[in-house]
């Protein structure tokens, strides 16, 4: 038998990063544990940007990004530094979406976020860049939030990570977990080691693994339906890039089938970067290639053009997983009858609430009991367990 620790977190992407730097800022003996090295592009935390917005289809995620906001507001306090750049956003809805928008506004409302519900020449009025395109026109509405942004995927994980060791915690890359054993009311965390396998005693276990979450989770009976896609994110150059700059560009998402979504110039300068939601090929997260998938680069381009017009070079194209649940509704609960191990799953739009997240899967880890607004991400509500449907994704 190897070292005894409090907590022992699986998987130091945004939510288990998070987790360990909320753990640690407590004071709590914490040991993060990554099998790859810290950063890497094999999975969802990666690249420079995320969306993080009010703007949602229910009022509990409407409230629950308050809360996103709030929580990354205190790793800016502890780091001294700024992690949400606010935008402004829109949520474009063509005639007969395939999201309906009244969720959105009705959710807004009953929330008192304010927006406006705006056309599409509206759009291209207030936001000059839209008016080189052809889709904006007066039969597309749009939700404009104010309270809409970016938060940096790679940096930001990266320093939760910092301040989490600064607070005390201990991070292990290129350690992957082999299995979880429960004895005695703890948790053997079974690791391959140096020389032989390693086991490490803990009080409790958060798992945070993403798309390998069921390779720990199945052997203790509790596999969670998951489809685990390959997706891609596309940087395209363009002579003119100062149209596209934050304050001149919002940040969008295009709230039909196929959804697309995009950003102002950030994190880069020589490109402007767009997106296709939901768009990939089903995928082994230890075989899946890193290829660009060329049709959805090509549909993309073509949306592009028709959104902000033409002059776009070549685009750079990095590949990311999503791992989405059945109702892309994410998990964050103890697990049924193994309250000594916690997981956390962002359904492929979690990063924006990464640091609340870890605030509350922290609580799980020490004990706290679990708070109504969790209700909808247990581990044993009904719509985990149905069919995996793609239409389900469309939120």
Not at 34 to 40: A, I, K, N, R, V
Not at 230 to 247: N, T
Not at 286 to 314: H, I, K, N, Y
Request: glycine share 10%; hydrophobic share 40%; with cysteine.
């Amino acid at each position: 038998m190897g070292e005894s620790r409090a907590v022992v977190v699986v998987g130091l992407g945004g939510l288990g990063s998070a987790t360990t730097y909320w753990l640690a800022k407590q004071g709590i003996d914490v040991l993060g544990l990554e099998q790859f090295e810290l950063g890497h592009v094999r999975g969802a935390s990666h690249d420079h940007s995320r969306i993080i917005r009010r703007s949602y289809h229910t009022p509990g995620y409407v409230e629950l990004a308050a809360g996103a906001y709030d929580a990354w507001r205190a790793v800016e306090r502890d780091a001294d530094a700024e992690i949400i750049t606010r935008t402004g956003g829109i949520d474009l809805f063509p005639a007969d979406a395939a999201i309906d928008a009244s969720t959105y506004t009705s959710s807004l409302t009953a929330a008192g976020v304010p927006f406006d519900w705006i056309d599409g020449e509206e759009v291209r009025r207030r936001w000059p860049a839209f008016a080189g395109g052809d889709l904006l026109t007066g039969d597309v509405h749009a939700i404009q939030c104010d309270d809409t942004g970016i938060v940096p995927a790679g940096r930001g994980t990266a320093t939760m990570q910092r301040l989490a060791v600064e607070h005390g915690a201990e991070l292990r890359p290129h350690t992957p977990v082999r299995e979880l054993r429960v004895v005695d009311g703890e948790v053997e965390v079974v690791i391959d080691g140096d020389e032989d396998v390693e086991v490490i005693r803990a009080g409790h276990v958060v798992v945070t693994a993403d798309a390998w979450t069921n390779r720990l989770l199945a052997p203790l009976g509790h596999e969670v339906p998951l489809a685990v896609t390959r997706e891609q994110v596309s940087y395209f150059p363009h002579a003119d890039l100062d149209r596209f700059a934050i304050g001149r560009l919002p940040v969008w998402i295009w709230m039909d089938d196929p959804s697309f979504y995009g950003f102002p110039v950030y994190g880069v300068t020589d490109a402007l970067k767009g997106a296709e939601d939901c768009g990939g090929a089903e995928v082994d997260p230890d075989t899946r290639t890193f290829d660009p998938d060329p049709t959805m680069e090509q549909r993309l381009a073509a949306f592009m053009e028709r959104l902000v017009g033409g002059g776009f070079g070549a685009p750079r194209t990095t590949t990311c997983l999503y791992t989405l649940t059945s109702d892309r509704d994410f998990v964050c609960d103890r697990v049924p009858g193994i309250p000594q191990i916690s997981v956390g799953l962002g359904a492929a739009h979690g990063f924006k609430f990464a640091s609340w997240f870890g605030r509350e899967l922290a609580a799980l880890a020490t004990g706290a009991p679990v708070r109504p607004e969790l209700a909808p991400f247990s581990m044993e509500r009904e719509s985990l367990y149905v069919p995996i449907s793609r239409e389900a994704w469309l939120v």
